[in-house]
């Protein structure tokens, strides 16, 4: 095999790399990881042991890409965020638990919730 190239014949590695570098990347494997988890309202994504690679941009941001199985679970109860359930307890003038039960009930929709409690 002449010029060294690995996977992807014609130097596919090192032009990707050559890519990265241009767009201002800074490309590192992330070792150690043992899962990754993904929790949408209704389902969450497990890929267990998976090959973590992360481009950090100079402004800060970061794009991950995660390779590996993804096991897929339905999720009984929707998950929303604190900061979604603060808001509605304080508009709505109820408690955390009532306002988990109201995003539950209008499909994570904020402002129904608030509606449904009487805010």
């Not at 490309?27 to 929790?39: D, P, T």
């Not at 949408?40 to 973590?52: C, D, G, L, Q």
């Not at 929707?78 to 900061?83: A, H, K, N, Q, W």
């Not at 955390?96 to 539950?104: D, G, P, Q, S, T």
């Amino acid at each position: 095999m002449m010029g060294g190239s690995r996977g992807g014949g014609r130097g596919g590695n090192r032009e990707a790399r050559r890519m990265i570098d241009r767009m201002g990347l800074d490309m590192n494997e992330v070792g150690g990881v043992r899962e990754v988890l993904i929790r949408t309202e209704t389902r969450e994504m497990v890929i267990a042991k998976p090959s973590v690679v992360e481009m950090k941009g100079k402004d800060g941001t970061s794009i991950f890409t995660v390779t590996g199985e993804c096991e897929e679970r339905e999720l009984e109860t929707p998950v929303f965020s604190d900061e979604d359930v603060k808001l509605v307890a304080q508009q709505a003038g109820v408690d955390e638990e009532r306002a988990k039960e109201a995003l539950a009930e209008s499909g994570g929709d904020l402002a129904q919730a608030i509606l449904l409690l009487g805010g």
